[in-house]
């Protein structure tokens, strides 16, 4: 089992910029990609980016691509979410997920408990 805790959450204006950080803990041997997802009221549940473990390859939804990176501290298996450039829309709960399957960009078997992002007008 894998254990995903969030944080970093908050409320920006829009053009802001934010830090989300998830922190993974057990079987952290097995994960294959740390991501994340992000899910807005009324919407679904939206693929924001994902790093593997063990190489460079990133990958992005389309409607981040140019403004949020992600990133990965192995050593402390730890996943970062730079937001940069924040607007309304981006507004949601954000979860990291873990252990990816499937086609790109797959599901994860782990979710964490997600974290707020209200990004203000």
């Known amino acids: 089992q894998v254990q995903l805790v969030e944080s970093g959450g908050g409320l920006v204006q829009a053009g802001g910029s934010l830090r989300l950080s998830c922190a993974a803990s057990?079987?952290?041997?097995?994960?294959?990609?740390m991501g994340w997802f992000r899910q807005a009221p009324g919407k679904e549940r939206e693929f924001v980016a994902f790093?593997?473990?063990?190489?460079?390859?990133?990958y992005y939804g389309d409607s981040v691509k140019g403004r949020f990176t992600i990133s990965r501290d192995n050593a402390k298996n730890t996943v970062y979410l730079q937001m940069n450039n924040l607007k309304p829309e981006d507004t949601a709960v954000y979860y990291c997920?873990?252990?990816?399957?499937?086609?790109?960009?797959?599901?994860?078997?782990?979710w964490g408990q997600g974290t707020q992002v209200t990004v203000s007008s």
């Open positions: 997920g873990a252990d990816f399957r499937g086609p790109l960009p797959g599901t994860p078997n782990y």
């Open positions: 057990g079987s952290v041997g097995s994960i294959n990609a």
């Open positions: 790093s593997i473990s063990d190489g460079d390859f990133t």
